[in-house]
């Protein structure tokens, strides 16, 4: 098989399990959406809506975030790992929208990344799932993925992520990084053993 048959392949199968595939993170805004995302890092996604909640209900503004001390913020976040850097970094993101933005989330990368804990991932997540611009985040789940399936030969993320945008129309770029995700999740876990991941198994096949 072709790497475009083998990604053909894959969008149908992962279309077939996941036909809506909702954001994983609550959130009401691309304010609430930015801060999910970046509480995700080294947490579950579970973790984080698990947190958010109370956050959002007395920060859910920059402009209530930025008066809210460090403590305050590390308080409401403590149970997800990295709380003392993330409730930082919250702080100074909220402070730097007021001073730079308004207070509105801003529309590009270059912006986006300049914010305290707002890295590439986060920053693509907002731009396709906050703002509707095509993206193709890329996480360590989809690397892996992408690896085991055989659509990037990539060293880490940043190449796998212009691999995907390669192999994969525009249109889906938005929907499909979910999709993959939902699909890690449930049948090829990283910690797993992958025994479920009907779809490595489906291409091995293929290419016998």
Known sequence: MTKKQRAELI???????????????D????????VAVALSAQTTDKKVNQVTPKLFE????????AQLEVDEIRELI????????KAKNLKRMAELLLERHNGVVPQTYEELEALPGVGHKTASVVMSQGFGYPAFPVDTHIHRLMTQWQLTSGKNVVETEKDAKKIFPES???KLHLQIIFYGREY????????????TKMLSEKNK
């Open 11 to 25: 969008q149908t199968e992962l279309e077939k399990l996941y036909p809506e595939a909702p954001i994983p993170l």
């Open 27 to 34: 959130h009401v805004d691309a304010y609430t959406l930015m």
């Open 58 to 65: 007395v920060a859910g503004t920059p402009e209530k975030m």
């Open 78 to 85: 403590k149970e997800i790992g990295l709380s003392n850097t």
């Open 172 to 174: 889906v770029w938005n």
């Open 188 to 199: 090829s876990p990283a910690r797993g053993k992958g025994d479920k991941d009907f779809i």
